[in-house]
């Protein structure tokens, strides 16, 4: 089975990583059969490109995206249009969209914070006041 998934590239501390058409048997860094794009994590924001194309043709042959390649096409938008390419839409049209697109940054959302002690006493004190009756 064919994997759509992220190779390592770059030197020790500094990666970055391609994005390839790869058998689901072979090792990480090893052979494959289609580089797609890249993907640098390290870049404010990050940096994601994608040959919309040729991921839309892999995509259509049954290449199954990792978990991270899923997430990351989830945010450049190549997953919506795929869904709706399968839907029928035409392919020149879904890809001038995704020229549109790449011209602007995709931006991953930011993960949300977590809640400290302070946080949670400051929003328990504000439902406390609301809830109390105004004497």
Do not use: C
């Not at 494959?32 to 042959?61: C, Q, S």
Request: proline share 7%.
């Amino acid at each position: 089975m064919v994997r759509i998934r992220l190779r390592r590239a770059g030197v020790r501390n500094k990666p970055s990583y391609r994005m390839v058409a790869a058998d689901q048997d072979s090792a990480r860094d090893g052979r494959f059969l289609e580089i797609l794009g890249h993907y640098n994590p390290r870049d404010e924001p990050a940096t994601i490109v994608v040959d919309e194309a040729r991921m839309l043709h892999w995509l259509g042959k049954g290449a199954q995206p990792s978990d991270t390649m899923a997430r990351l096409l989830g945010v450049v938008g190549t997953m919506k249009r795929f869904d709706r390419l399968k839907a029928g839409e035409p392919l020149e049209g879904l890809l001038a969209e995704a020229a549109l697109a790449a011209a602007q940054p995709a931006v991953p959302a930011p993960r949300a914070a977590r809640p400290n002690k302070k946080t949670k006493a400051a929003a328990a004190a504000a439902l406390a006041a609301a809830a109390a009756p105004a004497a």
